[in-house]
């Protein structure tokens, strides 16, 4: 009795921190895509965790004042079953994060980047200890907490470092990538929501390295033409 009260326990247990794991509503696609493969790894996960931790409060309970311990029989339909189990467990996790894996939303890796009307392309250059961001289409500088995009069209960020190694890390939009120094990453991806998203430098590059924080602002299509219009007359003026 007591072996199936602990038993519930540690079900209950698990169950509420799973619930407790599952994450908010995605803002983008990429943030989209990694939330999906970590609800169906946390789904494998659970049964798998529930199984072994009441096989081993069974054994611990069942066996505690056993003086005479005995080796255990081979069981090869045993074997063969957790062999296989085995086996398909890691094959879907393999299928599933490839799938993810494999996204241009979560790895672009496309040698160049072919941007369609509406499409933005933000060059983000780290440094120490802050960021520069431009507009290479629109020869545009803006600060680092200037960033605009419109929601719901294709955004890629041109990603790379000044001096040392830098990380470009937006969290609510599943964002994020290391800067390197003479080298170049890309990250692509769909905003849902508008608003104002979070991001600074995810790796350690020296004395000031909290303070290399940006925002990222999501606006509707109308908002960020009127946006990127008025950006280049005020740094262009007439010749814009």
């Given at each position: 009795?007591?072996?199936?009260?602990?038993?519930?326990?540690?079900?209950l247990?698990?169950?509420?921190?799973?619930?407790?794991?599952?994450?908010?509503?995605?803002?983008?696609?990429?943030?989209?895509?990694?939330?999906?493969?970590?609800n169906?790894?946390?789904?494998?996960?659970?049964?798998i965790?529930?199984?072994?931790?009441?096989?081993?409060?069974?054994?611990?309970?069942?066996?505690?004042?056993?003086?005479?311990?005995?080796?255990?029989?081979?069981?090869?339909?045993?074997?063969?079953?957790?062999?296989?189990?085995?086996?398909?467990?890691?094959?879907?996790?393999?299928?599933?994060?490839?799938?993810?894996?494999?996204?241009?939303?979560?790895?672009?890796?496309?040698?160049?980047?072919?941007?369609?009307?509406?499409?933005?392309?933000?060059?983000?250059?780290s440094?120490?200890?802050?960021?520069?961001?431009?507009?290479?289409?629109?020869?545009?500088?803006?600060?680092?907490?200037?960033?605009?995009?419109?929601?719901?069209?294709?955004?890629y960020?041109?990603?790379?470092a000044?001096?040392?190694?830098?990380?470009?890390?937006?969290?609510?939009?599943?964002?994020?990538?290391?800067?390197?120094?003479?080298?170049?990453?890309v990250?692509k991806?769909?905003?849902?929501?508008?608003?104002?998203?979070?991001?600074?430098?995810?790796?350690?590059?020296?004395?000031?390295?909290?303070q290399?924080?940006?925002?990222?602002?999501?606006?509707?299509?109308?908002?960020?033409?009127?946006?990127?219009?008025?950006?280049?007359?005020?740094?262009?003026?007439?010749?814009?």
């Amino acid at each position: 009795m007591r072996a199936k009260r602990i038993a519930l326990v540690s079900f209950l247990s698990v169950a509420f921190l799973a619930l407790l794991a599952q994450p908010v509503a995605a803002q983008s696609v990429t943030a989209d895509l990694i939330n999906e493969l970590n609800n169906k790894l946390l789904y494998v996960a659970i049964p798998i965790t529930l199984l072994t931790q009441i096989i081993l409060i069974y054994a611990v309970v069942k066996f505690r004042k056993n003086e005479e311990p005995k080796p255990t029989k081979e069981n090869r339909r045993l074997e063969i079953t957790w062999t296989v189990a085995t086996a398909i467990i890691l094959l879907f996790v393999g299928i599933a994060s490839y799938g993810v894996m494999a996204d241009e939303n979560v790895t672009f890796t496309d040698e160049e980047i072919a941007p369609n009307e509406n499409d933005v392309l933000v060059e983000a250059e780290s440094y120490q200890w802050g960021w520069n961001m431009y507009y290479p289409e629109h020869d545009l500088e803006v600060g680092a907490d200037e960033v605009v995009i419109p929601k719901d069209q294709d955004i890629y960020f041109e990603i790379y470092a000044e001096d040392v190694i830098h990380g470009f890390h937006v969290p609510e939009l599943g964002l994020k990538m290391d800067a390197f120094p003479d080298q170049t990453g890309v990250l692509k991806t769909v905003v849902n929501d508008e608003g104002t998203y979070q991001g600074y430098c995810s790796e350690y590059c020296g004395l000031a390295h909290s303070q290399m924080y940006f925002t990222i602002e999501v606006v509707s299509q109308e908002e960020y033409d009127e946006w990127l219009e008025e950006q280049i007359e005020e740094q262009h003026g007439e010749d814009a």
